[in-house]
């Protein structure tokens, strides 16, 4: 570029250019450009430039497939609402047919279909979910349509209650 420009470019210029451009990189930058160089060498303007061309068009490249690897994450998670109990357009949760069953029949029904214990939708167990949300009783990880009462604990806590 200084040659274009009709300056006189010597190996001074390359040094101090050199080092003004690795002052500027980040450092993971520079560790892979030192990395790339022979220990006993000093390297040259041109290699870095050629280097930083290279290092560009990598990221540039993870950059792309990471945000289009996220872009079909996204609509396959979106497309994801038919009703596994009766394949209607709306999430187990607010499917009629599955909220007439019992809290058993409904557990039974999670079991057999592969559907997540914690948020209801299929395809990954309640170990694997990344739902927040826990069960509104008891906060343990399961849905709250799948909260089974302790008959025994809620019994004692009645006979104390009489006391």
């Keep these: ?3 274009s420009l009709e300056y006189k470019v010597d190996p001074t210029t390359d040094i101090l250019l ?5 002052f500027k990189l980040d450092t993971n930058s520079r560790t892979w450009f030192e990395r790339t160089l022979s220990t006993d060498v000093i390297p040259k303007l041109d290699e870095l430039l050629q280097f930083l061309a290279t290092r560009a068009r990598s990221i540039t490249s993870s950059t792309t497939k990471r945000n289009v690897q996220r872009k079909v994450t996204l609509v396959a998670s979106n497309t ?11 999430t ?14 409904r557990s039974d029904f999670v079991k057999t279909k592969n559907v997540c214990f914690n948020c209801l939708t299929q395809f990954h167990s309640v170990k694997t979910c990344k739902s927040k949300f826990r069960c509104k009783k ?17 019994g004692r806590d009645r006979a104390l209650q009489m006391c």
């Design 1 to 3: 570029m200084l040659e």
């Design 18 to 22: 050199m080092h003004m451009i690795l």
């Design 80 to 90: 994801q609402s038919q009703c596994p109990s009766c394949n209607g357009d709306h």
């Design 92 to 105: 187990l949760s607010r499917c009629d047919t599955f909220l007439k069953l019992s809290v058993q029949g």
């Design 138 to 154: 008891c906060k343990k990880p399961h849905h709250s349509l799948l909260h089974i009462e302790n008959v025994r604990a809620k």
